[in-house]
Protein backbone atom coordinates (compact mmCIF):
# COMPACT_ATOMS: atom_id res chain seq x y z
CA UNK A 1 0.00 0.00 0.00
CA UNK A 2 1.48 3.15 -1.12
CA UNK A 3 0.18 5.06 1.78
CA UNK A 4 1.85 8.35 0.63
CA UNK A 5 -0.54 8.66 -2.26
CA UNK A 6 -3.82 8.15 -0.29
CA UNK A 7 -5.51 11.74 -0.15
CA UNK A 8 -7.49 11.44 2.86
CA UNK A 9 -8.91 15.09 3.00
CA UNK A 10 -12.78 14.84 3.86
CA UNK A 11 -14.92 17.51 1.72
CA UNK A 12 -17.66 19.55 3.52
CA UNK A 13 -20.66 21.25 2.51
CA UNK A 14 -19.87 24.93 4.00
CA UNK A 15 -18.76 26.63 7.32
CA UNK A 16 -20.59 25.18 10.83
CA UNK A 17 -21.87 27.49 12.43
CA UNK A 18 -24.82 25.73 14.55
CA UNK A 19 -23.68 24.86 18.22
CA UNK A 20 -23.98 21.42 18.48
CA UNK A 21 -26.99 19.95 20.37
CA UNK A 22 -24.95 17.23 22.42
CA UNK A 23 -23.96 17.87 26.17
CA UNK A 24 -22.02 15.71 28.31
CA UNK A 25 -23.08 14.36 31.57
CA UNK A 26 -20.10 15.30 32.99
CA UNK A 27 -16.70 17.45 32.91
CA UNK A 28 -15.35 16.04 30.28
CA UNK A 29 -15.22 17.34 26.01
CA UNK A 30 -17.28 14.59 24.09
CA UNK A 31 -16.40 16.36 21.31
CA UNK A 32 -13.68 15.47 18.28
CA UNK A 33 -11.42 17.71 16.17
CA UNK A 34 -10.99 17.25 12.73
CA UNK A 35 -7.03 17.98 14.00
CA UNK A 36 -8.13 14.65 16.00
CA UNK A 37 -5.99 11.81 13.33
CA UNK A 38 -5.03 8.16 13.15
CA UNK A 39 -2.27 7.59 11.25
CA UNK A 40 -3.42 4.99 8.26
CA UNK A 41 0.80 3.40 8.63
CA UNK A 42 2.08 2.21 12.47
CA UNK A 43 5.22 1.30 11.59
CA UNK A 44 7.67 3.26 13.08
CA UNK A 45 10.37 2.53 10.92
CA UNK A 46 8.27 3.95 7.89
CA UNK A 47 6.75 6.87 9.77
CA UNK A 48 10.67 8.02 10.94
CA UNK A 49 11.47 7.90 7.20
CA UNK A 50 8.65 10.12 5.81
CA UNK A 51 9.27 12.58 9.00
CA UNK A 52 12.82 12.87 8.01
CA UNK A 53 11.90 13.36 4.23
CA UNK A 54 9.55 16.13 5.45
CA UNK A 55 6.75 14.40 3.63
CA UNK A 56 3.27 14.37 4.49
CA UNK A 57 1.94 11.89 6.47
CA UNK A 58 -1.32 10.52 5.73
CA UNK A 59 -4.02 10.01 8.41
CA UNK A 60 -7.65 9.35 8.80
CA UNK A 61 -9.87 12.15 10.69
CA UNK A 62 -11.37 10.62 13.82
CA UNK A 63 -14.92 9.86 13.51
CA UNK A 64 -16.96 11.29 16.34
CA UNK A 65 -19.06 14.45 17.24
CA UNK A 66 -17.82 18.21 16.71
CA UNK A 67 -18.59 20.88 18.50
CA UNK A 68 -20.63 23.02 15.61
CA UNK A 69 -22.65 20.95 12.93
CA UNK A 70 -23.74 22.63 9.80
CA UNK A 71 -27.40 21.37 9.70
CA UNK A 72 -29.84 22.52 11.42
CA UNK A 73 -31.63 19.48 13.23
CA UNK A 74 -35.30 21.00 13.05
CA UNK A 75 -34.78 21.27 9.85
CA UNK A 76 -33.06 18.49 8.22
CA UNK A 77 -33.99 15.69 6.57
CA UNK A 78 -32.45 12.36 6.30
CA UNK A 79 -32.57 9.50 4.25
CA UNK A 80 -31.42 5.89 4.67
CA UNK A 81 -30.71 2.83 2.01
CA UNK A 82 -29.62 -0.46 1.98
CA UNK A 83 -27.83 -1.98 -1.29
CA UNK A 84 -27.05 -5.61 -2.31
CA UNK A 85 -26.61 -8.40 -0.74
CA UNK A 86 -28.18 -9.12 2.77
CA UNK A 87 -25.62 -8.98 5.59
CA UNK A 88 -25.64 -9.36 9.50
CA UNK A 89 -26.18 -6.19 11.59
CA UNK A 90 -28.07 -4.21 8.27
CA UNK A 91 -30.80 -3.50 11.12
CA UNK A 92 -28.50 -2.80 13.62
CA UNK A 93 -26.88 0.14 11.70
CA UNK A 94 -30.62 1.27 10.90
CA UNK A 95 -31.49 1.20 14.27
CA UNK A 96 -28.58 3.09 15.47
CA UNK A 97 -28.21 5.79 12.98
CA UNK A 98 -32.86 6.46 13.37
CA UNK A 99 -31.91 6.75 17.08
CA UNK A 100 -28.77 9.15 17.15
CA UNK A 101 -30.55 11.61 14.91
CA UNK A 102 -33.38 11.46 17.34
CA UNK A 103 -31.92 11.57 20.70
CA UNK A 104 -28.35 12.81 20.00
CA UNK A 105 -29.77 15.88 17.51
CA UNK A 106 -33.40 16.05 17.51
CA UNK A 107 -34.00 15.59 14.26
CA UNK A 108 -37.49 14.01 13.77
CA UNK A 109 -37.52 14.10 9.50
CA UNK A 110 -35.84 10.71 8.83
CA UNK A 111 -37.02 8.41 5.41
CA UNK A 112 -36.38 4.87 5.20
CA UNK A 113 -35.92 4.47 1.33
CA UNK A 114 -37.20 0.89 0.50
CA UNK A 115 -35.14 -2.16 -1.33
CA UNK A 116 -32.02 -0.15 -2.72
CA UNK A 117 -31.07 2.41 -5.13
CA UNK A 118 -34.55 1.18 -7.06
CA UNK A 119 -36.64 3.08 -4.06
CA UNK A 120 -35.50 6.27 -5.75
CA UNK A 121 -36.67 5.90 -9.34
CA UNK A 122 -40.16 6.35 -9.68
CA UNK A 123 -41.23 3.49 -12.45
CA UNK A 124 -40.81 0.86 -9.64
CA UNK A 125 -43.24 2.44 -6.92
CA UNK A 126 -42.05 1.74 -4.11
CA UNK A 127 -42.74 3.36 -0.84
CA UNK A 128 -40.46 5.73 1.40
CA UNK A 129 -41.55 5.88 4.74
CA UNK A 130 -40.48 7.69 7.85
CA UNK A 131 -38.67 6.23 10.57
CA UNK A 132 -39.19 6.92 14.12
CA UNK A 133 -37.58 4.83 16.97
CA UNK A 134 -40.75 3.24 17.69
CA UNK A 135 -40.46 1.50 13.90
CA UNK A 136 -36.83 0.20 14.87
CA UNK A 137 -37.76 -0.98 18.06
CA UNK A 138 -37.27 -4.73 18.34
CA UNK A 139 -35.17 -5.27 14.75
CA UNK A 140 -32.35 -6.28 16.24
CA UNK A 141 -33.72 -9.63 16.46
CA UNK A 142 -34.86 -9.56 12.61
CA UNK A 143 -32.44 -10.73 9.91
CA UNK A 144 -31.86 -9.01 6.89
CA UNK A 145 -32.81 -5.23 6.27
CA UNK A 146 -36.18 -3.84 7.17
CA UNK A 147 -35.65 -0.82 4.19
CA UNK A 148 -35.21 -4.07 1.96
CA UNK A 149 -32.64 -4.43 -0.70
CA UNK A 150 -31.58 -4.70 -4.63
CA UNK A 151 -28.93 -5.00 -6.73
CA UNK A 152 -27.76 -3.23 -9.72
CA UNK A 153 -27.22 0.32 -11.12
CA UNK A 154 -29.52 3.19 -11.28
CA UNK A 155 -30.01 6.31 -12.99
CA UNK A 156 -27.80 8.63 -11.32
CA UNK A 157 -29.53 11.80 -12.14
CA UNK A 158 -33.05 10.07 -11.49
CA UNK A 159 -31.65 9.32 -7.81
CA UNK A 160 -30.74 13.11 -7.55
CA UNK A 161 -33.99 14.41 -8.76
CA UNK A 162 -35.51 12.21 -5.86
CA UNK A 163 -32.80 13.33 -3.11
CA UNK A 164 -33.94 17.30 -4.14
CA UNK A 165 -37.45 16.83 -4.53
CA UNK A 166 -37.34 15.09 -1.00
CA UNK A 167 -35.22 17.88 0.23
CA UNK A 168 -32.60 15.57 1.81
CA UNK A 169 -29.94 16.87 3.50
CA UNK A 170 -27.84 13.46 4.56
CA UNK A 171 -28.09 10.50 2.46
CA UNK A 172 -26.82 7.67 4.43
CA UNK A 173 -25.99 4.47 2.29
CA UNK A 174 -25.18 1.13 3.56
CA UNK A 175 -23.72 -1.23 0.90
CA UNK A 176 -20.34 -2.40 -0.29
CA UNK A 177 -17.88 -1.76 -3.12
CA UNK A 178 -20.93 -1.38 -5.76
CA UNK A 179 -23.11 1.12 -3.67
CA UNK A 180 -19.72 3.17 -2.54
CA UNK A 181 -19.15 3.70 -6.72
CA UNK A 182 -22.73 4.93 -6.80
CA UNK A 183 -22.43 6.86 -3.76
CA UNK A 184 -19.02 8.84 -5.43
CA UNK A 185 -21.44 9.01 -8.34
CA UNK A 186 -24.26 10.28 -6.82
CA UNK A 187 -22.03 13.18 -5.17
CA UNK A 188 -20.34 14.08 -8.06
CA UNK A 189 -24.33 14.34 -9.99
CA UNK A 190 -25.37 16.69 -6.37
CA UNK A 191 -21.94 18.78 -6.47
CA UNK A 192 -22.23 19.81 -10.62
CA UNK A 193 -26.18 20.74 -9.54
CA UNK A 194 -24.87 23.11 -6.88
CA UNK A 195 -26.84 21.21 -4.34
CA UNK A 196 -26.25 21.20 -0.59
CA UNK A 197 -26.79 16.98 0.15
CA UNK A 198 -24.04 14.99 1.73
CA UNK A 199 -23.28 11.45 1.07
CA UNK A 200 -22.35 9.11 3.85
CA UNK A 201 -21.43 5.73 3.49
CA UNK A 202 -21.52 2.92 5.91
CA UNK A 203 -19.37 0.06 4.48
CA UNK A 204 -21.20 -3.32 4.06
CA UNK A 205 -19.52 -7.04 2.92
CA UNK A 206 -19.70 -10.14 5.12
CA UNK A 207 -16.50 -11.00 3.21
CA UNK A 208 -14.47 -8.41 5.29
CA UNK A 209 -12.88 -7.25 1.75
CA UNK A 210 -13.40 -3.40 1.90
CA UNK A 211 -10.11 -1.48 1.30
CA UNK A 212 -8.87 0.40 4.23
CA UNK A 213 -11.56 -1.07 6.84
CA UNK A 214 -9.78 -3.15 8.76
CA UNK A 215 -13.09 -4.77 9.92
CA UNK A 216 -16.94 -4.78 8.33
CA UNK A 217 -19.70 -5.50 10.32
CA UNK A 218 -21.12 -8.83 9.60
CA UNK A 219 -18.04 -10.20 9.55
CA UNK A 220 -18.19 -11.39 13.15
CA UNK A 221 -21.16 -12.95 13.30
CA UNK A 222 -20.15 -15.12 9.79
CA UNK A 223 -17.20 -16.56 11.66
CA UNK A 224 -19.34 -17.31 14.70
CA UNK A 225 -22.32 -19.21 12.77
CA UNK A 226 -19.35 -20.91 10.54
CA UNK A 227 -17.80 -22.24 13.40
CA UNK A 228 -21.33 -24.58 13.74
CA UNK A 229 -20.84 -25.69 10.20
CA UNK A 230 -17.78 -26.77 10.95
CA UNK A 231 -18.64 -28.51 14.43
CA UNK A 232 -21.06 -30.66 12.22
CA UNK A 233 -19.06 -31.35 9.22
CA UNK A 234 -15.71 -32.49 11.70
CA UNK A 235 -18.68 -35.15 13.63
CA UNK A 236 -20.09 -36.26 10.47
CA UNK A 237 -16.41 -37.02 9.51
CA UNK A 238 -15.09 -38.52 11.96
CA UNK A 239 -18.67 -40.85 12.45
CA UNK A 240 -17.38 -43.11 9.36
CA UNK A 241 -14.45 -44.96 8.02
CA UNK A 242 -13.13 -41.80 5.26
CA UNK A 243 -15.48 -39.36 6.66
CA UNK A 244 -14.79 -36.21 4.63
CA UNK A 245 -16.50 -32.73 5.67
CA UNK A 246 -16.43 -30.43 3.26
CA UNK A 247 -17.67 -26.73 3.60
CA UNK A 248 -18.11 -23.86 1.47
CA UNK A 249 -17.95 -20.48 2.72
CA UNK A 250 -18.26 -16.93 1.94
CA UNK A 251 -15.53 -14.88 -0.24
CA UNK A 252 -15.86 -14.64 -3.76
CA UNK A 253 -12.03 -12.65 -3.71
CA UNK A 254 -10.82 -12.93 -0.49
CA UNK A 255 -10.21 -15.53 2.33
CA UNK A 256 -10.81 -13.67 5.30
CA UNK A 257 -14.31 -15.56 6.77
CA UNK A 258 -12.26 -18.84 5.80
CA UNK A 259 -8.99 -18.12 7.33
CA UNK A 260 -10.59 -16.78 10.59
CA UNK A 261 -13.32 -19.51 11.08
CA UNK A 262 -10.24 -22.10 10.55
CA UNK A 263 -8.76 -20.63 13.66
CA UNK A 264 -11.85 -20.38 16.05
CA UNK A 265 -12.57 -24.32 15.15
CA UNK A 266 -9.30 -25.56 14.89
CA UNK A 267 -10.83 -28.89 13.31
CA UNK A 268 -9.71 -27.99 9.79
CA UNK A 269 -7.46 -29.86 7.94
CA UNK A 270 -6.98 -27.91 4.48
CA UNK A 271 -8.65 -24.43 3.51
CA UNK A 272 -8.81 -23.15 0.28
CA UNK A 273 -9.08 -19.07 -0.54
CA UNK A 274 -8.79 -17.43 -3.69
CA UNK A 275 -5.49 -15.60 -2.71
CA UNK A 276 -3.79 -19.15 -2.91
CA UNK A 277 -3.38 -20.99 -6.22
CA UNK A 278 -3.31 -25.04 -5.58
CA UNK A 279 -3.62 -28.07 -7.93
CA UNK A 280 -5.83 -30.49 -7.82
CA UNK A 281 -4.41 -33.80 -9.10
CA UNK A 282 -0.52 -34.48 -9.16
CA UNK A 283 1.79 -36.27 -6.75
CA UNK A 284 2.03 -32.70 -4.44
CA UNK A 285 -1.57 -31.52 -5.10
CA UNK A 286 -4.85 -31.19 -3.19
CA UNK A 287 -6.34 -34.57 -3.97
CA UNK A 288 -3.14 -36.93 -3.08
CA UNK A 289 -3.00 -34.32 0.24
CA UNK A 290 -6.06 -35.93 1.15
CA UNK A 291 -5.46 -39.23 0.49
CA UNK A 292 -2.77 -39.00 2.65
CA UNK A 293 -4.82 -37.34 5.14
CA UNK A 294 -6.86 -39.92 5.16
CA UNK A 295 -5.28 -42.95 5.06
CA UNK A 296 -3.14 -41.23 8.44
CA UNK A 297 -6.17 -40.34 10.25
CA UNK A 298 -9.46 -41.72 8.68
CA UNK A 299 -10.77 -38.37 8.43
CA UNK A 300 -10.65 -35.05 7.06
CA UNK A 301 -12.57 -31.51 7.36
CA UNK A 302 -12.02 -29.06 4.32
CA UNK A 303 -13.05 -25.64 3.98
CA UNK A 304 -12.99 -24.04 0.49
CA UNK A 305 -13.74 -20.04 0.16
CA UNK A 306 -16.52 -19.66 -2.76
CA UNK A 307 -13.73 -17.72 -5.15
CA UNK A 308 -11.10 -20.34 -4.52
CA UNK A 309 -9.82 -22.75 -7.21
CA UNK A 310 -11.60 -20.44 -10.62
CA UNK A 311 -9.17 -21.43 -12.84
CA UNK A 312 -10.76 -24.79 -12.74
CA UNK A 313 -13.39 -23.29 -14.71
CA UNK A 314 -12.75 -21.82 -18.09
CA UNK A 315 -15.78 -19.61 -19.47
CA UNK A 316 -15.03 -16.77 -22.26
CA UNK A 317 -17.92 -14.90 -21.37
CA UNK A 318 -19.11 -15.43 -18.19
CA UNK A 319 -22.44 -14.41 -16.77
CA UNK A 320 -22.72 -11.42 -14.42
CA UNK A 321 -25.38 -10.62 -11.67
CA UNK A 322 -27.46 -7.07 -11.82
CA UNK A 323 -24.22 -5.13 -10.23
CA UNK A 324 -21.69 -6.34 -12.80
CA UNK A 325 -20.22 -9.01 -10.64
CA UNK A 326 -18.77 -11.70 -12.37
CA UNK A 327 -21.39 -15.09 -11.30
CA UNK A 328 -18.74 -17.52 -9.96
CA UNK A 329 -18.50 -21.13 -10.94
CA UNK A 330 -19.46 -23.28 -7.56
CA UNK A 331 -16.31 -24.74 -6.60
CA UNK A 332 -17.59 -26.46 -3.37
CA UNK A 333 -19.66 -29.26 -5.59
CA UNK A 334 -17.06 -29.16 -7.41
CA UNK A 335 -14.62 -30.57 -5.22
CA UNK A 336 -17.17 -32.31 -4.46
CA UNK A 337 -17.46 -34.44 -7.14
CA UNK A 338 -13.61 -34.37 -7.74
CA UNK A 339 -13.43 -35.86 -4.72
CA UNK A 340 -15.69 -38.61 -5.28
CA UNK A 341 -14.28 -39.74 -8.73
CA UNK A 342 -10.74 -39.82 -7.36
CA UNK A 343 -11.13 -41.94 -4.73
CA UNK A 344 -14.12 -43.89 -6.90
CA UNK A 345 -11.17 -44.55 -9.42
CA UNK A 346 -8.55 -45.57 -6.68
CA UNK A 347 -11.64 -48.45 -5.48
CA UNK A 348 -11.86 -46.05 -2.10
CA UNK A 349 -14.81 -45.62 0.06
CA UNK A 350 -14.95 -42.50 1.11
CA UNK A 351 -17.99 -41.18 3.19
CA UNK A 352 -18.11 -36.76 2.10
CA UNK A 353 -20.62 -34.85 3.87
CA UNK A 354 -21.07 -31.32 1.65
CA UNK A 355 -22.62 -28.45 3.44
CA UNK A 356 -23.23 -24.85 2.37
CA UNK A 357 -24.13 -22.13 5.21
CA UNK A 358 -23.82 -19.12 3.22
CA UNK A 359 -27.83 -18.31 3.14
CA UNK A 360 -28.34 -18.89 6.42
CA UNK A 361 -25.48 -17.03 7.71
CA UNK A 362 -26.38 -13.70 5.32
CA UNK A 363 -29.65 -13.45 6.71
CA UNK A 364 -29.31 -14.36 10.59
CA UNK A 365 -29.17 -11.37 12.73
CA UNK A 366 -26.03 -10.05 13.93
CA UNK A 367 -24.42 -11.43 17.06
CA UNK A 368 -23.67 -9.52 20.89
CA UNK A 369 -19.84 -8.37 18.95
CA UNK A 370 -21.52 -7.19 15.73
CA UNK A 371 -24.32 -5.07 17.76
CA UNK A 372 -22.00 -3.04 19.41
CA UNK A 373 -19.87 -2.34 16.39
CA UNK A 374 -22.74 -1.54 14.24
CA UNK A 375 -24.01 0.66 17.17
CA UNK A 376 -20.90 2.92 16.97
CA UNK A 377 -20.63 3.07 13.20
CA UNK A 378 -24.25 4.18 13.34
CA UNK A 379 -23.82 7.07 15.28
CA UNK A 380 -20.67 7.97 14.03
CA UNK A 381 -22.43 8.22 10.54
CA UNK A 382 -24.74 10.29 12.30
CA UNK A 383 -21.88 12.59 13.66
CA UNK A 384 -20.46 13.03 10.21
CA UNK A 385 -23.95 14.16 8.20
CA UNK A 386 -24.97 16.65 10.78
CA UNK A 387 -21.50 18.32 10.23
CA UNK A 388 -21.90 18.13 6.65
CA UNK A 389 -18.92 15.90 5.85
CA UNK A 390 -19.50 14.01 2.87
CA UNK A 391 -18.39 11.72 -0.25
CA UNK A 392 -16.88 9.59 3.02
CA UNK A 393 -17.40 6.59 4.15
CA UNK A 394 -17.24 5.87 8.41
CA UNK A 395 -14.65 2.98 8.94
CA UNK A 396 -12.59 0.82 11.41
CA UNK A 397 -8.61 1.33 11.26
CA UNK A 398 -5.86 1.25 13.74
CA UNK A 399 -8.32 0.50 16.71
CA UNK A 400 -10.49 3.48 15.88
CA UNK A 401 -13.47 4.55 14.06
CA UNK A 402 -12.51 7.41 11.41
CA UNK A 403 -13.43 9.02 8.18
CA UNK A 404 -12.51 7.56 5.27
CA UNK A 405 -12.73 9.05 1.56
CA UNK A 406 -14.81 6.59 -0.69
CA UNK A 407 -12.19 7.74 -3.45
CA UNK A 408 -9.72 5.93 -1.77
CA UNK A 409 -11.13 2.72 -1.38
CA UNK A 410 -14.00 2.37 -3.44
CA UNK A 411 -13.23 0.28 -6.69
CA UNK A 412 -9.94 -1.58 -4.75
CA UNK A 413 -10.28 -4.65 -2.05
CA UNK A 414 -8.63 -6.15 0.43
CA UNK A 415 -7.11 -9.63 0.85
CA UNK A 416 -5.34 -12.13 2.67
CA UNK A 417 -1.60 -11.32 2.79
CA UNK A 418 0.10 -14.69 1.99
CA UNK A 419 2.36 -13.43 3.90
CA UNK A 420 1.02 -12.39 6.90
CA UNK A 421 0.32 -13.80 10.32
CA UNK A 422 -3.25 -14.32 9.46
CA UNK A 423 -2.26 -16.89 6.94
CA UNK A 424 0.60 -18.55 8.67
CA UNK A 425 -1.75 -19.47 11.52
CA UNK A 426 -3.93 -21.09 9.43
CA UNK A 427 -1.37 -23.23 7.85
CA UNK A 428 0.78 -23.45 11.51
CA UNK A 429 -3.11 -24.70 12.65
CA UNK A 430 -4.18 -27.18 9.16
CA UNK A 431 -0.79 -28.28 8.70
CA UNK A 432 -1.23 -28.13 4.87
CA UNK A 433 1.51 -27.76 2.35
CA UNK A 434 1.52 -25.35 -0.52
CA UNK A 435 -0.20 -28.55 -2.60
CA UNK A 436 1.56 -27.30 -5.86
CA UNK A 437 3.53 -29.62 -8.02
Known amino acids: MDIECIDTVIPVLGERKIASPIKSREETNVFISDADQVMIDVNLDRMKTLFQEGSHVPAFEMAGPREKIYFDPSKVRCALVTCGGLCPGLNDIIRSIVLGLFYAYGVTNVYGVRYGLQGFIPKYGHDVFQLTPADVSGILERGGSILGSSRGPQPIDEIV ?30 TDRGLKIC ?44 G ?21 QQDVNFVLIPEVDFD ?9 ALEKRLHERKHAVIVVAEGAGQKYFTV ?63 RDAVHAGMAGKTRLMIGHWNNHFVHIPMSASAGKRKQVDTNGKLWRSVLESTGQGTMLN
Open 161 to 190: DCLDRMNIGVLFMIGGDGTLKAATKIADCI
Open 280 to 288: LGGPKGFLA
Open 244 to 264: IGLIKLMGRYSGFIASTVVLA
Open 316 to 378: DNPDRDQSGNVKLNDIGLFLKEAIQSYFKAKDVEVSLKYIDPSYIIRSLPANANDHAFCSVLG
Open 199 to 242: VVGIPKTIDNDIFLVSRSFGFDTAVDIATLAIKAAHSEAEGYPN
